[in-house]
């Protein structure tokens, strides 16, 4: 068989993590890369073996891939997923799906309509111990679910490379939504959300962090603290070079019969030289021999054998719509400093 032939839209950070992943598979190969930013996709195509373009539509026609990979800018996915569904190719979609519930809705319509497999990369779902608790709850280990709480601070790196474009709900909080969403799958009455602003409100006018409630019908709760506001010091060593740096990450969850703890502060390798204190990102996607491996090679690996084998992707469009909802309403709780209701009018 044919390797599958993929195409990439969006050739920044994660469009080259997502590509360079994909194609270590030897069933899946690289035929085109796209972005306005002309220079990145040659990059990125000159590293995969393939043409690059400035156009997604040129790229899709002449490339004709089988399915794509898109990680354009948030506020950019609708386009590029309508016109690859229109030409019968599966998306895979790095998170969020949208920025506004339109946008989900229409995506998610084109892909059924035109039936391609539509794919989120929330890549928590595919890291072990993320995965094991949602296991552990599922087989009522901790009885009746009460509570999670999830923190996913980031270092001020972080929102100095994306320049202000994005606050940090709608780039780091919609992991640890989707994982709640995931481990208790119930209806949401309401979210609150509080932002703090110092360091990255002065230079680049979003907020540092923030704390977010998610309501259950059941009364249960979901809360996260998520931000960028770590000082440099905290991922700014030099060397190794292969150790990628990370965050303050964790996710405890409460229930009537037990508790489920994962600490990734640090994550399970720390190091100190006479420069610091180094903690890597052994989990996301760490490479080895020049190859990423982790939960970005378990996410891929699951969609390209969605589409080998026909089945269904664990992370669908509708759980990407479900994330985008408690994300705007959040962004809309800060703006408004009240509790938002669900479902979004």
């Known amino acids: 068989m044919d390797p599958i032939a993929f195409g990439v839209i969006g050739s920044g950070f994660m469009g080259s993590v997502l ?113 094991l608790i949602e296991s552990a709850i599922r087989e009522g280990t901790i009885g009746r679910f009460l509570s999670a709480y999830a923190r996913r601070v980031t270092p001020i790196s972080e929102a100095h490379r994306l320049g202000g474009r994005v606050s940090p709900i709608s780039y780091i909080a919609v992991y640890d939504i989707d994982q709640i969403l995931w481990y208790h799958p119930q209806p949401v009455r ?30 249960s709760l979901g809360i996260q603290e998520v931000g960028w506001a770590l000082p440099e010091g905290w991922a700014g060593w030099n060397t190794p070079v292969s150790w990628g740096g990370f965050g303050d990450v964790c996710m405890n969850v409460l229930g009537t019969e037990g508790v489920l703890n994962l600490n990734f502060t640090p994550m399970d390798l720390y190091g100190v030289t006479r420069d610091g204190w180094k903690l890597p990102d052994t989990r996301h996607w760490p490479k080895v021999d020049g190859k990423y491996v ?8 699951h969609f ?20 985008v909802e408690i994300m705007l309403a959040a962004e809309l709780s800060i703006a408004e400093d009240r509790v938002v209701p669900l479902p979004l009018a």
Request: charged share 25%.
């Open 190 to 219: 309401s979210v609150y959300a509080r932002a703090v602003r110092g360091r990255v409100w002065d230079e680049l006018r979003t907020f540092d962090s923030a704390w977010v409630t998610i309501e259950f019908v059941d009364g």
């Open 304 to 323: 390209l054998g969605c589409i080998l084998n026909d089945t269904q992707p664990r992370v669908t469009g509708a759980d990407g719509r479900r994330s």
């Open 19 to 131: 590509a360079n992943t994909a194609a270590q598979f030897p069933y899946a190969r690289c035929v085109g890369t796209a972005d306005t930013a002309l220079a990145r996709a040659e990059a990125l195509g000159q590293a995969l073996g393939c043409r690059a373009y400035a156009s997604y539509e040129e790229m899709l026609d002449r490339e004709k891939p089988i399915a794509v990979i898109i990680a354009t800018p948030e506020d950019f996915h609708r386009e590029p997923a309508l016109a690859a569904a229109a030409r019968g190719c599966h998306v895979f979609m790095e998170k969020p799906l949208a920025t506004s519930l339109q946008d989900s809705d229409t995506i998610i319509a084109a892909c059924a309509h035109h039936q391609v497999k539509l794919m989120l990369g929330h890549i928590l779902r595919f890291e072990i111990n993320y995965a």
């Open 294 to 301: 982790g939960a970005v090679k378990l996410e891929l690996e």
